[in-house]
T-cell receptor
């Protein structure tokens, strides 16, 4: 089955700096890679996702890059703000007809210091 | 999109008892997923619930311990049976239609004493 490794487990940055979280996956058939943000007491919420036919995707301060050859993908948050503090999870799955389960990384606790 | 209402949001239970967690989706969905998230850990899939058939359990999880119901396309329940302190976790339900994003309930924080 799929295995997703995520690093680092904790990350502290100064407000305004950038944060980068990296994930690797094992199953070359995986072709959908979402990132979730989980705030305390809440369920995970999608912040950005990328499919295997795209190398990079950006949404305002958030970007995700994908290297299919190396089987790794990364989340980049620029100009970090205190409200970015949360736990971030990467995930991988198949894509296409039907509903496929997601395999999650272990999470990164991001702290943005004002 | 899908909005999932999950309840209870938290509970403290005595060991040996059972707790049933409910999830209501605001639209009809084919599959629902139940996850366990132990403190400071990632999400581990417990089982996949398809309406009209038995749930499919992942390795390490059994139906006697985590019975699941899926009576219709908008509702599912997970029961944590004969609880022990090791069952203290956050339990999350989720749904995903095809290759769209997955949506999650807000989670149930369970403490077993």
């Amino acid at each position: 089955g799929e295995n997703v490794e995520q690093h680092p487990s904790t990350l502290s940055v100064q407000e305004g700096d950038s944060a980068v979280i990296k994930c690797t996956y094992s199953d070359s058939a995986s072709n959908y890679f979402p990132w979730y943000k989980q705030e305390l007491g809440k369920g995970p919420q999608l912040i950005i996702d990328i499919r295997s036919n795209v190398g990079e995707k950006k949404d305002q301060r958030i970007a995700v890059t994908l290297n299919k050859t190396a089987k790794h993908f990364s989340l980049h948050i620029t100009e970090t703000q205190p409200e970015d503090s949360a736990v971030y999870f990467c995930a991988a799955s198949l894509s296409g007809a039907g509903s496929y389960q997601l395999t999650f990384g272990k999470g990164t606790k991001l702290s943005v210091i004002p | 999109s899908a909005v999932i209402s999950q309840k209870p949001s938290r509970d403290i239970c005595q060991r040996g008892t059972s707790l049933t967690i409910q999830c209501q989706v605001d639209s009809q969905v084919t599959m629902m997923f139940w996850y366990r998230q132990q403190p400071g850990q990632s999400l581990t899939l417990i089982a996949t619930a398809n309406q009209g058939s038995e749930a499919t359990y992942e390795s390490g999880f059994v139906i006697d311990k985590f019975p699941i119901s899926r009576p219709n396309l908008t509702f599912s329940t997970l029961t944590v049976s004969n609880m022990s302190p090791e069952d203290s976790s956050i339990y999350l339900c989720s749904t995903r239609q095809g290759d769209t994003e997955a949506f999650f309930g807000q989670g149930t924080r369970l403490t077993v004493v």
